[in-house]
């Protein structure tokens, strides 16, 4: 089992300050490895990374076009979104056409991260609703597909049809038999896998197009509702709203709790994985963004790619002080 290797540095002036480490795999649709750092066979839990792969089965079943869903949906369903009033506008009306409710989410809520909507909730002095987790969209694609397969409501329940139908394609997609799983903040299960598994999957989805069998039609499609609506996807000032506009539809990123970060390369027929041991945000960050320049599918030097990559760490006093860089062996 190879160790973990130096992803991204912190420096502090001339002093490297902190480093995380981590691994990373790009990965071809016939599961080929192209490029490994660290463990490619490390079992992780993809959290939010894997949405795209949760959501196959809402198109595959037909639950999708029955109930009339759009792009905008389809972006939300694989979403990890900040609650602003563009996300959760759309996913009430989303349950609102199903004649279900906020009540119906089983993903528990959360202050909005999006500050618009925090103070306005604040100023009118009202709690979050489920609608503001960050997961609605994803569980608004789930009750579809149980009010499809006319399935009860517990939907979270591994054992319930929905979430047997994850699992599935979630194998099927990773070309794996998942060693288990556990639940996410959202309270829905999460599938483990290694993380070539999880790059594989990300490359079937990169392979996909409209003109194939059912589940390239799914596939393709979500990916591009996620390029066509990245301010659905996470929201402005987010990693993967700022980096898939930068891309021009070349990539379809996805970050995870934790340190996770997938990314799925049409052009390229590709898909990267990545888990950041410490789980830093930061790290997890610059370091997606670090392998998309590598492949060339992103400039380094966007103002979208400098806010996460080679970028600087200010004190508050407005003072430069250091940056956040990728390891020398992701230049």
């Known amino acids: 089992m190879a160790e973990a290797e130096a992803l991204t540095e912190i420096w502090r002036g001339p002093f490297l300050e ?66 602003a009033a563009i996300h959760t506008e759309r996913v009430a009306r989303w349950l609102d056409d199903l004649g279900l409710s906020e009540s119906d989410l089983r993903c528990g809520a959360h202050p909005p991260k999006d500050r618009a909507a925090k103070f306005a909730l604040i100023r009118a002095g009202l709690a979050p609703s489920q609608l503001h987790n960050n997961c609605s969209g994803k569980h608004a694609g789930f009750l579809t597909l149980a009010r499809h397969l006319g399935a009860g409501p517990e939907y979270i329940d591994p054992d319930h049809p929905v979430q047997k139908a994850v699992l599935a394609a979630f194998e099927e997609m990773t070309g794996e038999t998942s060693p288990g799983h556990a639940f996410d903040g959202c309270s829905a299960p999460n599938f483990a896998c290694t993380l070539t598994g999880l790059a594989r999957a990300m490359a079937r989805m990169a392979q996909a197009q409209d003109a194939g069998d059912g589940r390239d039609r799914a596939a393709a499609r979500l990916v591009r509702a996620m390029t066509a609506h990245p301010e659905l996807v996470a929201g402005e000032g987010k990693a993967c709203t700022e980096l898939m506009r930068a891309a ?76 956040i860089r990728p390891a020398p062996a992701l230049r």
């Open 248 to 323: 021009s539809g070349r990539a379809a990123v996805k970050t995870g709790a934790e340190g996770v970060y997938v990314a799925i390369l049409p052009d390229l027929k590709l898909g990267v994985a990545l888990k950041i041991e410490d789980g830093a945000t930061r790290a997890s960050e610059c370091s997606i963004a670090a392998l998309l320049c590598r492949l060339g599918v992103l400039d380094a030097a966007h103002p979208a790619t400098r806010r996460v990559m080679d970028a600087p760490v200010v004190n508050w006093r407005g003072m430069e002080t250091g940056s």
């Open 18 to 83: 902190s480093l995380h480490r981590g691994h990373a795999v790009i990965c071809d649709a016939s599961g080929d490895t192209q490029e490994v750092w660290g463990d490619a066979e490390k079992v992780i839990l993809p959290r939010s990374s894997c949405k795209m792969l949760q959501a196959l089965p809402l198109l595959e079943s037909g639950a999708a076009d029955a109930a009339g869903l759009t792009d905008e949906h389809l972006a939300l369903a694989c979403a990890s979104h900040e609650g």
